[in-house]
Nanobody
Framework: QVQLVESGGGLVLPGGSLRLSCAATGRIFSSYAMGWFRQAPGKEREFVATISGNGGTTYYADSVKGRFTISRDNAKNTIYLQMNNLKPEDTAVYYC???????????????WGQGTQVTVSS
């Protein structure tokens, strides 16, 4: 079991950038696939990006492909989400989650953090 704490959210202008971080507790962090998900007001939580335990495989939602980059530093038990060219429709609470299985098994992700708010607005 891992515990997750997100940080790095904020208010940004359209076209701007933010980098989110998610710090994890646990001695076997590298055995977990990790992911970012988001939930906008009035909408269901949706998948953003996932990364395998060794960082060699990544998977992105079509809506963020080419703009967002997921990465991880297993020495620091931390994953990141670099978000560039942000759009108002990216406004949401962003959550990280963990999964002992494949990066593609989105329904298996859990151990949710508390979330960090990202607002894209002029």
């Amino acid at each position: 079991q891992v515990q997750l704490v997100e940080s790095g959210g904020g208010l940004v202008l359209p076209g701007g950038s933010l980098r989110l971080s998610c710090a994890a507790t646990g001695r076997i962090f590298s055995s977990y696939a990790m992911g970012w998900f988001r939930q906008a007001p009035g909408k269901e939580r949706e998948f953003v990006a996932t990364i395998s335990g060794n960082g060699g495989t990544t998977y992105y939602a079509d809506s963020v492909k080419g703009r967002f980059t997921i990465s991880r530093d297993n020495a620091k038990n931390t994953i990141y989400l670099q978000m560039n060219n942000l759009k108002p429709e990216d406004t949401a609470v962003y959550y990280c989650a963990a999964n002992r299985g494949s990066v593609y098994r989105l329904a298996a992700f859990g151990s949710w953090g508390q979330g960090t708010q990202v607002t894209v607005s002029s």
